[in-house]
Each structure stands twice: as C-alpha cells, then as structure tokens.
C-alpha cells in the first residue's frame, strides 16, 4: 500500500531579536534621546543595540560585582566610547581634545585599539552626550564604530611621503565617508536635541547601501601593502591590497571573508583568513567597497549572529561561487583574476623615521595600548606635551601603538629629552616580546570576558622576556596575543603564540601564526594555566632555538612539526574539538 510521502513545506529560518529591533528603530533611533533624558543611568535592552552604531558600549564594573550583595547596592554602569578614525589619524589639535575628555569624561586614561581607533572607558550614562558632543566638536566622529556596519577603515598610519602610502590613506577615508550610515539619527540623537528629520519614518531610501536593517553583523575594512601588513589584511571582512609597480600602486587584490570570531562548544564558528576575489583599479576601489558590502547585506546569515560575518558565507558557498554571484549581480564589468601578491613584511613603525617631506614620525610602543600616567611612568602627561609643544599629528597602529608626526629635525633633541623627563622608554630599549605583543580590554570594562587580558598579559611577558634572554632569542619577533574571550578582538588566531580566555586563570593555547599574519596559528591545548602557558612555551622555544632552518619564524617551525609531534615533545594528549 502506497504511502503519504510529501515533502513538508520549507520555512524560512527566524530571524534574530537584533533584526527586529533594526527594523524597527527609526532608522537606529529608538528610545535612545528619552532615556537619556529620563535621568536613567542605562539604557534597555533594545537601546544596548542601537547604542553600538552610534560608537558605544553600554558596559558595567565587573571590579565593582563583590559589593553587590550589599543592601541596596546595584550594578555599577558605564559606558565604552570607541571613535571612527579612518587610518588612524588626528591632528594635533585633535588628540589634544581627546587627551582632555579623558580626563573630563572617562577614567583618566586613552585606550588605542587593534583597529587603529581611540577608546574611553569609565563614563556615565550622563556624560555620554556630552562627550559625543565633545568628540565632534573637533571633527571626528564615533558614528558606525560599533554595530552592524562598516567600522573603522584601517590603512598603513606610517606620514610617508610616496604614493602608496598616500593612497591607502586616501582611500581609507573615501571608503569609509562612502560606507557610513547615511541616517539622520546620529545628528538628531547626539547632536541637536530634540530635533526630529524627515528620515524618522521608515521610508525607503534614507540608507543606499545599507537598506533598514543595515548588515548581518559588523564589517571590517583596510587598505594595506604587500611589503607592510601592519593593518592584518587577512583579518578583516574586506581587504585591499596594493600592487605596487615602479613605487606607484596600480591596483588592489580585492581580499574578502576575514574574521576571527568564535564561540566555545560551537564547532561551527571559528577563525577565517581572507581569500582573493579579484583584482580592482584604483578608481574602482570604492565601487567595489559598495558591492561587497551588498553582497554581506543580501546573503549573510540573519537568524543566528554567531555565524553572521561573512566569512561563513565565503567559507560555506566557496570563493568561486562568490565570484560568480559577485559577477552577476554586483559587479556589472568583468572579474579581473587576482594577482599572486605575497606578504613579505610587517612594520611596527617604531623609533624615529624620516617622512620623506623634511619632517620626522616618532613611534612609540605602547603596552597593550593604554595611555597614562602610572607613577613616573607618565606616558599620557608627556605625549601631551610633545604633541602641544610642538604641534605634532598623532597616529594609531593596528598594534595598539602611537605614531608622533610631523617633527622637524631640530626639534628631535627637545622630544627625546621630553622622553626622559617623563619616563617614557624608547622602542628600542624594549624587548621585541614586549613589542610584539597585543591584549584586549577585558576585564573590568568588557562585559564578554571570561578571564582577565589586558592586566594579565604584562606580567607574563616580564615572565617571557626572561626566557627568550635565558636561551638567546632576543632577536627573534615573537608575537604573543591574549583576548579575555574566543571573540579574538587582539587577533590571537595568527599570531605566533595565542592565549584565549577560557576560565579563571585558564586560556585555550594556540601556536603556529606568524608577525605576516597570513597564516592561522593551531590549537595546542585547552584550559592551560597561566604558569604552563610559560612553562610550555620555555620548552618549545628551546627546542626551536636548535631545530629552527635559517630564518624560520617561530609560527613557521610550529606548523612544520605539527600538532601532534608538539604535544608529544610536552607530553600533553591531542588536543580536542573546543
């Protein structure tokens, strides 16, 4: 007897809580100017969304958790401000005002990212307008820093004079002026009070490329050049990387699907380098910014955000169905193939540097990029002065440092004794370890930490410099990177040893990136203490120093022994599945 076999019908995934709180936001802005006008020291669970397209974070004090089990005591609530800074760059004017609202605003100290932006921690709910106010009083902005759009455009900080650098500057800029949010919320919300535009409705039309419900999830974007990735190209949503012929650049390698987010226990997300889609002029560049991010917009995934980047859709479809798609239904000329365009260096921009305009750029390493003062280390008090005295441009690295611009060589006698007399160690007084190393926030501030970061890392290098002094690498550039949580926002996926938090004083240990970060590094081994984290990386390093072929990184030496000769040499099992 036949038997009813149909098919059931096909339904279309639901979509996310955050998709239905984009709809329906007013073009992103909800409840956000009433509640900060009701005198509440938070915002809804709604508003913590939108909040993040305008550039902040609602946040709480975890250091502050141990009194809450005092009568009356609540969670203490603050806010991160995170600015747009394509490139990384301001004026001298500029950082002079942001140093000041530190101070006026924020918990006394500058935070540069891994995105070549500016962070302010500590501020309450109400100083959070006026600070926006205060922060584009002076021309920067911190609209689309956060959320679910293109964020800060990276590109080499380095004030060469020569066309390449100048470019990628350039279109840094262009790029993310043509990707920002084009909604009058930001104006309305921050800006000019009550005053309501007629994009409050939701018409179509106000957001061109976006659409009222913007993006999947966030987007990174860079420019950055063969001979220096110092912006990690291979990490971001889009890259473009220069072909340079003759000292000009004549095209870019459009680079798409970088990200290194994932979750724990969620085998299905994970780290993903960039992979070439094709090959674009320089005019077309912006074009092309444009119709990656449609491609995002349209075929991301909106029901579940811990796989919404697009480096799921480039991993799950595949580069060359991408490119067909990209071809038919945005990009209207024909797909040049990309070119073979190698990684062959990394610069961290250190020390004293001519522009090639007559002028010189400083630059300086930062721990783990916090700015202050911490007894005689007066590292906020002293770049104030220099950048005061003598006018000096300021810019961010993708390693969390600072660049010093603009100083004319008689004026370098005067900054180099400025950086003795407030304690602040020239680079090339400091290890390379130390350099090279990179940590998140964390916390107290970040509400997705499960282990501590930025004030974990530093005494461990003090640990690791010691080590590498012991067996003689002092020379070698060894990145060590550490994140509070498996979102890797220090990028510990391609680094050459990678520590992320996993539990108390626990991380999931990685090894086998590199400085290039053109190659993920491995899993080693999951839930290692802090102390083992020191002891393995002792012995893998010993035995790296007589194993090692001439001119073999670190990360290179690991990937060619393997997972499994590595967990042997320490006497571990095979790591599994995290």
């Given at each position: ?62 250091d ?127 800006l000019?009070?009550?005053?309501q ?12 490329i ?56 969620k ?49 799950d ?9 990209f ?8 797909l ?39 007894g005689?280390y ?72 499960i ?24 020379d ?9 949580c498996?979102?890797g ?59 090692r ?18 967990c ?11």
């Open positions: 007897m036949a038997t009813d076999t149909a098919t059931p019908p096909t339904t279309e995934p639901k979509l996310s809580e955050v998709e239905g709180i984009k709809t329906a936001s007013r073009w992103l802005r909800g409840t956000l100017a009433d509640e900060m006008a009701s005198g509440a020291d938070h915002f809804n669970e709604e508003s913590k969304q939108l909040l993040k397209f305008h550039g902040s974070y609602q946040q709480e004090d975890r502050a958790r141990k009194n809450r089990d005092k009568a009356g005591v609540g969670k203490h609530y603050m806010f991160m401000i995170r600015l747009k800074l394509p490139g990384g760059v301001m004026s001298a004017d500029q950082y002079l005002a942001m140093d000041e609202i530190a101070d006026k605003h924020a918990n006394g100290t500058l935070r540069l990212t891994t995105r070549q932006s500016i962070q302010f921690h500590g501020i309450v709910m109400g100083n959070l307008k006026q600070s926006i106010q205060d922060i584009n009083a002076v021309l920067i902005s911190t609209l689309g820093a956060c959320g679910d759009v293109n964020r800060n455009v990276m590109a080499c900080p380095a004030p060469l004079n020569d066309q390449p650098h100048q470019e990628a500057q350039r279109l840094a800029h262009e790029i993310a002026a043509h990707l920002a949010p084009k909604s009058n919320a930001y104006h309305d919300v921050w000019n009070g009550v005053k535009s007629p994009d409050a409705e939701q018409e179509d039309g106000v957001e061109p976006y659409g009222k419900v913007y993006l999947p999830r966030k987007f990174k974007a860079c420019v950055s050049l063969p001979q220096d990735n110092c912006v990690d190209l291979y990490a971001n949503d889009l890259g473009f990387l220069a072909a340079i012929e003759n000292g000009k650049t004549v095209g870019y390698n459009v680079v798409i699907g970088g990200g290194f987010g994932r979750t724990s226990g085998p299905d997300t994970f780290p993903h380098l960039g992979q070439a889609l094709c090959f674009v002029k320089p005019e077309e560049v912006v074009a092309a910014s444009e119709a990656v991010i449609k491609f995002f917009r349209d075929h991301g995934n909106r029901a579940n955000r811990k796989r919404a980047r697009l480096k799921y859709v480039v991993h479809m595949g580069i060359a169905k991408v490119r067909e798609i071809q038919e239904k945005y990009w209207d000329k024909p040049v193939s990309p070119r073979d365009l190698p990684i062959t260096g990394v610069d961290l921009h250190h020390g004293w540097h001519p522009q090639g305009n007559g002028k010189w750029f400083l630059g300086l390493s930062v721990e783990n990029g916090r700015i202050k003062d911490d005689s007066r590292l906020r008090s002293g770049i104030r002065e220099i950048v005061k005295r003598f006018k000096a441009g300021a810019r961010v690295t993708g390693q969390q440092d600072l660049l010093i611009c603009d100083i004319s060589t008689a004026d370098r006698p005067a900054v180099d004794s400025l950086l003795n007399e407030y304690g602040i160690p020239k680079p090339e007084t400091l290890s390379l370890v130390q350099k090279w190393s990179m940590a998140c926030p964390a916390i107290p501030t970040c509400g997705l930490a282990t501590e970061s930025e004030r974990a890392l530093p005494g461990m290098i003090d640990q690791m410099e010691g080590i590498v002094n012991e067996l003689g690498l002092v070698e550039a060894i990145s060590i990177r550490m994140t509070g498996p979102n926002c220090a990028r510990p996926y391609n680094s050459d040893i990678g520590l992320v938090g996993r539990t108390g004083e626990k991380y999931t240990m990685f090894v086998g990136g590199t400085t290039r970060g053109d190659q993920l590094n491995f899993l080693l081994q999951d839930l290692v203490h802090r102390d083992k984290v020191l002891e393995y990386s002792k012995t893998l390093l010993g035995l790296y120093k007589t194993e072929k001439s001119g073999e990184p670190f990360g290179d030496w690991c990937q060619r022994k393997g997972v499994a000769s590595l042997g040499i320490l006497n571990l099992p095979l790591p599994k599945a995290i």
